[in-house]
């Protein structure tokens, strides 16, 4: 079956640090994987997304994942946080193996990052 | 640049109501999707369209159901609210691609007392 974790409800940073929201997923093929970011009383956006060829994705808002087959991760990161930056995180994965309802976007639980000044 | 405009941000509905959600996208696009959002659930299913008249059931359909009468439209319909679907309520739609991401509206908080 198909799943995605994202094992931390909560990240803090530092303004000006690294950050990591760390994703990982489960499916029979190779992924699909996505990155959505949630401001307050917001939709979903965007950031980024891995289908095939280089490992390392750039998106909006200077973001970035790298995945790894290996290890079944895709990993958010931004090599400076900004306070802006504040919000919930959604990492979804999609197996293209399957059609209907099975190939459909599968959602983790979310991670709330919070940057601090 | 995409829009997908749920029609209310905040709703207040009785239990028992019939409430109509309604969802429209700008872009053309074949895919149609209604999740909704709970704390510590992250998002969840509850119907998706590939065209017009064509509905599945997502993965929490129970009490719900939805109307794809044009493209551009995607309803979602609560026969008789319960206190258990006060939630926050995201439609999104998407090209036929299915590499393509999803575009989300600002969502629907809706109330039920």
């Known amino acids: 079956a198909q799943s995605v974790a994202q094992p931390e409800d909560q990240v803090n940073v530092a303004e000006g640090n690294p950050l990591t929201v760390k994703c990982t997923y489960s499916?029979?093929?190779?992924?699909?994987l996505f990155w959505y970011v949630q401001y307050p009383n917001r939709g979903l956006q965007f950031l980024l997304k891995y289908i095939t060829g280089d490992n390392l994705v750039k998106g909006s808002y200077g973001f970035e994942a790298e995945f790894n087959k290996s290890q079944t991760s895709f990993h958010l990161k931004k090599p400076s946080a900004l306070v802006s930056d504040s919000a919930l995180y959604f990492c979804?994965?999609?197996?293209?193996?399957?059609?209907?309802?099975?190939?459909?976007?599968?959602f983790g639980k979310g991670t709330k990052l919070s940057v601090k000044p | 640049d995409v829009k997908v405009t749920q029609s209310s941000r905040y709703l207040v509905k009785r239990t028992g109501e019939k409430v109509f959600l309604e969802c429209v996208q700008d872009?053309?696009?074949?895919?149609m999707f209604w999740y909704r959002q709970d704390p510590g659930l992250g998002l969840r299913l509850i119907y998706f369209?590939?065209?017009?008249?064509?509905?599945e059931k997502g993965d929490i359909p129970e009490g719900y159901s939805v109307s794809r009468e044009k493209k551009e439209r995607f309803s979602l319909i609560l026969e008789s609210a319960s206190t258990n679907q006060t939630s926050m309520y995201l439609c999104?739609?998407?090209?036929?691609?299915?590499?393509?991401?999803?575009?989300f509206g600002n969502g629907t908080r809706l109330t039920v007392t």
């Open positions: 872009m053309d696009h074949e895919n």
């Open positions: 979804a994965v999609r197996d293209p193996y399957y059609g209907g309802s099975q190939g459909n976007l599968i």
């Open positions: 369209s590939y065209d017009v008249k064509m509905k």
């Open positions: 999104a739609s998407r090209p036929g691609q299915t590499n393509s991401p999803l575009h």
């Open positions: 499916v029979s093929g190779n992924p699909y």
